[in-house]
T-cell receptor, first 113, second 114 residues
């Protein structure tokens, strides 16, 4: 079945630094990747939608200059959290249409100290 | 855009009892309604889904019903077991497995007491 590999699974970074999260579709082509953020005990909130070869579409209230999304190939989409601050600490998870419905990555736990 | 409401936010049942979680949606264009189970720190796992051309779908102890006229759908778990304890999310999309985004409900924390 369709698999999305997400790395890293967890990362701790210092305030002010940048962190890159990668999602790769392993056995299918993902022309679209959805990026979600999930705070503790809350739901998955869509941040942005990346499309291969074009600019990402950001949801209202999400800073596109802070959350940089690149979808340079049919199998790789990346999210870079720039100038991270403690309030950016969250669980970030990607999802691509594929398989039966949507396939989710395993998530990245980001902690900014 | 789509808005998905989910109730209850928490649900505690005794092992062997049934559990029901309900969701409503706002966008009449939505026609794909998946349910996910998420354990702490893990990715959501699809447990069942339904499309708008079907009113009910069952898979062993899990069933989903859809009332497209009223724009609501429900998850039914029978003979609950402690391992069913998790957070459950409903979601809606104009088309499953396509480039349309999923909108999630706020989740239900289900606790099954032994």
């Amino acid at each position: 079945g369709a698999v999305v590999s997400q790395h890293p699974s967890w990362v701790i970074c210092k305030s002010g630094t940048s962190v890159k999260i990668e999602c790769r579709s392993l056995d299918f082509q993902a022309t679209t990747m959805f990026w979600y953020r999930q705070f503790p005990k809350q739901s998955l909130m869509l941040m942005a939608t990346s499309n291969e070869g074009s600019k990402a579409t950001y949801e209202q209230g999400v800073e596109k200059d802070k959350f940089l999304i690149n979808h340079a190939s049919l199998t790789l989409s990346t999210l870079t959290v720039t100038s991270a601050h403690p309030e950016d600490s969250s669980f970030y998870i990607c999802s691509a249409p594929g398989g039966h419905g949507y396939t989710f990555g395993s998530g990245t736990r980001l902690t900014v100290v | 855009g789509e808005n998905v409401e989910q109730h209850p936010s928490t649900l505690s049942v005794q092992e062997g009892d049934s559990a029901v979680i309900k969701c409503t949606y706002s966008d009449s264009a939505s026609n794909y309604f998946p349910w996910y189970k998420q354990e702490l720190g893990k990715r959501p796992q699809l447990i069942i889904d339904i499309r708008s051309n079907v009113g009910e779908k069952k898979d062993q102890r899990i069933a989903v019903t859809l009332n497209k006229t009223a724009k609501h759908f429900s998850l039914h778990i029978t003979e609950t077991q402690p391992e069913d304890s998790a957070v459950y999310f409903c979601a809606a999309s104009p088309s499953g497995g396509s480039n349309y985004k999923l909108t999630f409900g706020k989740g239900t924390l289900l606790t099954v007491n032994p």
